[in-house]
């Protein structure tokens, strides 16, 4: 059995400030962070620049994946 979860509505930069703040991304974090790219039709340019500063900071170990 799955259990859904009601997330929040947020930003895209809400979302990425909150996981640079605490230098960690969890499940309920990832999830918010999709549900929100995948709600838009398109990303400016300011979110794109939010997310590749995720990336990068997951690649070179900045932001660690917690459970």
Not at 7 to 31: G, K, M, N, Y
Request: charged share 25%; proline share 1%.
């Amino acid at each position: 059995m799955q259990s859904q979860v009601n997330l929040p509505d947020a930003s895209i930069e809400q979302l990425v400030e909150q996981i640079f703040a605490t230098r960690r991304i969890t499940r309920v974090d990832q999830e918010r962070f999709m549900s929100a790219l995948l709600s838009k039709k398109a990303l400016n340019d300011a979110e794109q620049v939010q997310i590749n500063r995720v990336f990068d900071a997951l690649r070179s170990g900045l932001i660690r994946v917690v459970e």
